[in-house]
């Protein structure tokens, strides 16, 4: 029988979690009930708010008595974050079901962002239906909208729970009986505009045993390809598409991070990068594009996304971050640079092509690049062009297989 971690606070939302207890129990599943309140529960649960403010050293009464809300949540959600994926890990559930406002979920959700991708995991929220990556980040949480506040039991709250039980429930009830081949795994990044090549290099890959896992670089992307290398599940990253490097450098909105590029080095996991896509920065619709691009060579891929072309300056700056990261790898990196375009509008003919632009690119990365520890490889191609995407695959099983060899 399958068991769900329901937690909360059971202080001021006792009421709904009960409810929500014996819907779990009646449709035969085992509960482990965790309390991230401050005060006393309503009901006793299986792990107290108080072993929650010791995982990280803290007495509750003391979080209580301050009567500090901020600093409460900051203890609660840190010692969720440290004990949950303990106890799933000494087998005492199998998923994770939550509900809450603002304070509930952001107590939760970093304990269910500690657990492997996989495990079941359900946040009922009043902020589902908006900017979730907060508390998603690059996990797989299912945020389910609450409608209305999750205060009391009413014909609408009662169904959203109702829901939100059998969807766990489902979760945890059926398995996928086939067997899937286990292959080494390559982690490779594509844009719209550099799916030919990473399609060309997948083909190759995977007609030579390997599994291809393909990440969108739309900042979440990029993370979630980076927290996987640094959780030790991929061998070699093919990352092809670097743009979400424009887009922390610009100010667009899908940039990853000032950490894009740092574990596969950091890990010493073989990769293969270029610089797909770095001649655009990412908007939404084009009235979002802020005032001071007016002026900027604007594309509208689509009604909901609009690109900017980079400039000479800022593709210095790209070229000076992307150089500083491979630098700093201990192994196993090659950099490959498409001198005839690095996307699919970057060609003669087409709305960004830019020499000069990409003249900037790829001169400042020849300066800066430390060629004892990154290989520099340059071609008179186009980044979507198929003898570059398989040179691509074949110098990353190249060192893959390297790296299997002097273990």
Same mark, same amino acid.
């Given at each position: 029988m399958k068991t769900v971690a329901l937690v909360g606070t059971f202080d001021s939302k006792g009421v709904e979690y009960a409810y929500v207890k014996k819907i779990l129990e009646d449709i035969g599943l085992k509960t482990f009930t965790i309390h991230m309140g401050v005060f006393p529960p309503m009901f006793t649960p299986d792990v107290s708010n108080e072993d929650v403010a010791n995982a990280v050293g803290v007495d509750i009464h003391d979080v209580a008595s301050k009567k500090d809300r901020a600093w409460a949540t900051e203890v609660l959600s840190k010692g969720m974050e440290k004990l949950i994926p303990q106890l799933y890990r000494e087998g005492k559930f199998d998923g994770i079901l939550a509900f809450g406002g603002t304070g509930g979920t952001s107590i939760a959700t970093p304990a269910m962002r500690a657990l492997p991708i996989g495990v079941p995991k359900v946040m009922v929220s009043t902020v589902a239906s908006g900017n979730t990556s907060q508390y998603v980040g690059t996990s797989d949480i299912v945020m389910m909208p609450s409608v209305v506040d999750v205060s009391g039991l009413n014909s609408i709250s009662t169904k959203i729970f109702t829901n939100a039980a059998f969807a766990i429930a489902g979760m945890l009830s059926f398995e996928n009986k086939a067997v899937v081949e286990k292959k080494p795994l390559v982690a490779a990044t594509m844009f719209g505009v550099t799916t030919p090549c990473i399609n060309?290099?997948? @083909?190759?890959?995977?007609?030579?045993?390997?599994e291809v896992l393909v990440f969108h670089a739309t900042g979440t992307g990029g993370r979630s390809m980076e927290d996987l290398v640094k959780a030790g599940f991929i061998e070699g990253v093919l990352d092809i598409t670097t743009t979400e490097w424009a887009d922390e450098v610009v100010g667009g909105v899908l940039?990853?991070?000032? *950490?894009?590029?740092? =574990? =596969?080095?950091?890990?010493?996991?073989? *990769?293969v990068v270029s610089v797909g896509a770095v001649d655009m920065c990412n908007f939404g619709p084009v009235d979002t594009v802020p005032a001071k691009f007016y002026n900027r060579k604007i594309y509208k891929h689509n009604p909901t996304v609009t690109l900017m072309r980079t400039t000479v300056e800022e593709n210095v700056e790209i070229a000076n971050n992307i150089a500083e990261? #491979?630098?700093?790898?201990? @192994?196993?990196?090659? #950099?490959?640079?498409p001198l005839l375009g690095v996307s699919m509008i970057d060609a003669v003919g087409q709305a960004f092509y830019g020499p000069e632009e990409d003249t900037a690119l790829f001169d400042t990365l020849r300066s800066k690049i430390d060629r004892k520890v990154v290989r520099l490889e340059e071609y008179a191609m186009h980044v979507n062009d198929k003898e570059f995407a398989e040179k691509a695959a074949q110098n990353l099983i190249e060192m893959m297989d390297r790296k299997r060899a002097n273990r």
């Amino acid at each position: 029988m399958k068991t769900v971690a329901l937690v909360g606070t059971f202080d001021s939302k006792g009421v709904e979690y009960a409810y929500v207890k014996k819907i779990l129990e009646d449709i035969g599943l085992k509960t482990f009930t965790i309390h991230m309140g401050v005060f006393p529960p309503m009901f006793t649960p299986d792990v107290s708010n108080e072993d929650v403010a010791n995982a990280v050293g803290v007495d509750i009464h003391d979080v209580a008595s301050k009567k500090d809300r901020a600093w409460a949540t900051e203890v609660l959600s840190k010692g969720m974050e440290k004990l949950i994926p303990q106890l799933y890990r000494e087998g005492k559930f199998d998923g994770i079901l939550a509900f809450g406002g603002t304070g509930g979920t952001s107590i939760a959700t970093p304990a269910m962002r500690a657990l492997p991708i996989g495990v079941p995991k359900v946040m009922v929220s009043t902020v589902a239906s908006g900017n979730t990556s907060q508390y998603v980040g690059t996990s797989d949480i299912v945020m389910m909208p609450s409608v209305v506040d999750v205060s009391g039991l009413n014909s609408i709250s009662t169904k959203i729970f109702t829901n939100a039980a059998f969807a766990i429930a489902g979760m945890l009830s059926f398995e996928n009986k086939a067997v899937v081949e286990k292959k080494p795994l390559v982690a490779a990044t594509m844009f719209g505009v550099t799916t030919p090549c990473i399609n060309f290099a997948r @083909d190759y890959l995977e007609a030579r045993g390997y599994e291809v896992l393909v990440f969108h670089a739309t900042g979440t992307g990029g993370r979630s390809m980076e927290d996987l290398v640094k959780a030790g599940f991929i061998e070699g990253v093919l990352d092809i598409t670097t743009t979400e490097w424009a887009d922390e450098v610009v100010g667009g909105v899908l940039s990853a991070g000032p *950490q894009r590029l740092a =574990a =596969a080095g950091n890990m010493g996991v073989p *990769q293969v990068v270029s610089v797909g896509a770095v001649d655009m920065c990412n908007f939404g619709p084009v009235d979002t594009v802020p005032a001071k691009f007016y002026n900027r060579k604007i594309y509208k891929h689509n009604p909901t996304v609009t690109l900017m072309r980079t400039t000479v300056e800022e593709n210095v700056e790209i070229a000076n971050n992307i150089a500083e990261k #491979l630098n700093g790898a201990k @192994d196993y990196t090659v #950099l490959m640079l498409p001198l005839l375009g690095v996307s699919m509008i970057d060609a003669v003919g087409q709305a960004f092509y830019g020499p000069e632009e990409d003249t900037a690119l790829f001169d400042t990365l020849r300066s800066k690049i430390d060629r004892k520890v990154v290989r520099l490889e340059e071609y008179a191609m186009h980044v979507n062009d198929k003898e570059f995407a398989e040179k691509a695959a074949q110098n990353l099983i190249e060192m893959m297989d390297r790296k299997r060899a002097n273990r």
